[in-house]
């Protein structure tokens, strides 16, 4: 006799918000955030409306998760915490994941919608900054205050501007990243400009020996 079906396993229940997750990611990219509604998202992804605001508290909250989870498939801001590599290393390592993120067709595509649409849908602006800019900008400025860090730092420098100084020498020049296709020069060219970058940055923020 077949058993009555119980409760969804931890892995079926996973996979169904990833797929959620994965839905309304292609839906804002294809459609605009503002013209994705959230019946459309829970039918194209076999669920229930109530799930998504019991998950998410809405398109806003589901909107951030798909930020989210396309940041932790590049970084973990918590590992720059707890790293103690030199600081060199782990700002190299955090510069090119960051700028792989970025530079994705889908996170390009990702932009390009949120800045279209920010003027008329201050929600869909705010929730792209909380998920987004803002929480690498607060690991930056975790990392930059940690001790044995800040001491190899001017004494002058105004730490709180340390993490979007360092953002902007990591994306470099913001027209060439929408106009152009990143994909469109080799790897070893696009390293090559980043770690330029990052010299200027390392000479104009550590302490001279």
Do not use: W
Not at 37 to 58: C, D, M, N, P, W
Not at 195 to 208: A, E, I, P, T
């Amino acid at each position: 006799m077949n058993k009555a079906a119980g409760r969804p396993r931890a892995a079926d229940l996973e996979a169904r918000n990833q797929n959620l997750i994965e839905t309304a990611g292609e839906l804002f990219l294809s459609m605009g955030y503002s013209k994705v509604s959230l019946e459309l998202i829970a039918r194209q992804a076999h669920v229930a409306v109530r799930t998504i605001y019991v998950k998410f508290g809405g398109k806003a909250g589901l909107f951030q998760a798909v930020l989210i989870a396309n940041r932790d498939r590049f970084i973990a801001p918590q590992k720059m915490e707890s790293d103690e590599r030199p600081l060199k290393q782990v700002i190299g390592e955090f510069s090119e994941h960051f700028l792989d993120m970025v530079t994705t067709p889908q996170a390009l595509a990702l932009q390009r919608m949120v800045i279209a649409e920010a003027n008329t849908n201050p929600e869909l602006a705010q929730s792209f900054y909380e998920a987004g800019p803002r929480q690498s900008r607060e690991a930056l400025s975790r990392f930059f205050e940690k001790p044995h860090v800040r001491a190899q730092l001017r004494e002058d420098l105004a730490i709180e501007l340390l993490p979007s100084y360092l953002i902007n020498c990591v994306l470099g020049d913001p027209f060439s990243r929408f106009l152009f296709d990143p994909a469109s020069q080799p790897r070893d060219t696009v390293l090559g400009h980043l770690h330029q970058r990052l010299d200027l940055f390392y000479k104009s923020v550590l302490r001279h020996p």
